[in-house]
């Protein structure tokens, strides 16, 4: 004779090789099962009316004569009566709240959801009491667990997840109030028992991964705002920042350069000059500061160089005292100007950005 727990093995694993379904099905279906052998019926009995309840929660099933267990425990400790009448509906007539699953009570209205996502589309589940305090505890557990395991893929369902966890809070407030369930063997209900509440949701994977995709995007946007040189840019992010230094450098060179043709005098030229050589150097503070990724390093390299010797050379214009060293120094200063232009341009292209144009 084997007792209530071997027995409850036994029709566990048969249910869920015949049966299948969710975890709350399958425990609902192996209550049912149990039951029938305690009270003493066959083994037939007891796979009937675990293949109605599962019917009744919305599983298919195969037939009720497709198979039947090869060997069943005995008879053990008590199992709640079959039911037999039809429970009273929630709230009718002043009547107490009966729980929908197994007809308990105290029972409470209470709305359990759980959301899915699935990257590009998302699957969002209600249920709806009233419950009793297992029930609804084995169902939040349930739903809150499968919320948090797989709520988070999808760039909606991102949001959509702490939100249904939240609305569930109410839930569990309610369900969490209520005594602890009395089953009244003249309400017929969908199971003969309430739920078994299951492992504690700190037990269940769901908080965990929940936790480590939180932990995932707060770390990502951590390090994107302290990411001062762009690692973690994309091209247009790259694109934008070098177009920004650019036209800044433009603007003060465009500038320099009208008060530069505007000077009668050598003398007057050596202000805007030495301001063109700054602009460059801070253009080239800002590209060195630049996470470059592997294939733009070059051209980046390439172009902060130019930047350098443009720099020495307007610097060593605006040291001219005389025209003929003026104009000299003016030649070399234009050869590297234009060094500086292709440069600007290399990168550019290669970033896919437009870039303003100095004039002089």
Not at 225 to 237: E, I
Request: charged share 20%.
């Amino acid at each position: 004779m084997m007792d209530q727990d071997q027995a409850r093995k036994f029709w566990t694993n048969w249910v869920r090789r015949e049966i299948g379904g969710n975890d709350l099905v399958q425990e609902a279906a192996v209550g049912a099962a149990v039951n029938e052998i305690v009270q003493g019926r066959d083994n037939q009995a007891a796979a009937d009316a675990a293949r109605r309840t599962a019917q009744s929660l919305g599983v298919g099933v195969p037939p009720m004569n497709a198979s039947s267990p090869s060997s069943a425990p005995t008879r053990g400790v008590p199992f709640p009566a079959p039911v037999v009448a039809r429970a009273t509906p929630a709230g009718q007539d002043g009547q107490p709240l009966v729980c929908k699953l197994c007809g308990s009570t105290p029972a409470a209205n209470a709305t359990i959801h759980e959301h899915n996502g699935r990257l590009i589309w998302m699957v969002h589940k209600t249920t709806r009491g009233p419950f009793c305090r297992d029930c609804g505890t084995a169902l939040l557990r349930h739903h809150q667990n499968s919320t948090l395991f797989q709520g988070w893929f999808g760039i909606f369902s991102f949001f959509i997840t702490p939100i249904t966890l939240l609305l569930n809070l109410n839930a569990w407030r309610k369900i969490k109030a209520l005594g602890s369930p009395q089953r009244d063997p003249s309400v017929e209900s969908k199971i003969p028992a309430p739920l078994a509440p299951g492992k504690p949701l700190l037990s269940r994977p769901g908080p965990y991964v929940g936790g480590v995709v939180v932990a995932a995007v707060i770390a990502f946007v951590v390090v994107k705002s302290v990411d001062s040189g762009g690692c973690l840019d994309n091209r247009t992010d790259l694109g934008n920042r070098m177009t920004r230094l650019h036209n800044e450098f433009v603007q003060t060179y465009n500038t320099d350069f009208k008060t530069i043709n505007a000077c009668q005098s050598v003398e007057c030229e050596t202000v805007p000059k030495r301001h063109i050589a700054a602009a460059l150097k801070t253009y080239n503070d800002g590209l060195s500061a630049i996470c470059w990724p592997d294939k733009d390093r070059a051209d980046a390299t390439a172009l902060i160089n130019a930047n350098t010797a443009m720099a020495d050379a307007y610097t060593t214009w605006a040291t001219a005292t005389t025209d003929a060293d003026d104009q000299s120094l003016q030649n070399a200063a234009e050869a590297q100007d234009t060094r500086e232009s292709t440069a600007d341009e290399t990168l550019a292209r290669d970033l896919g950005v437009p870039s303003a144009t100095a004039t002089t």
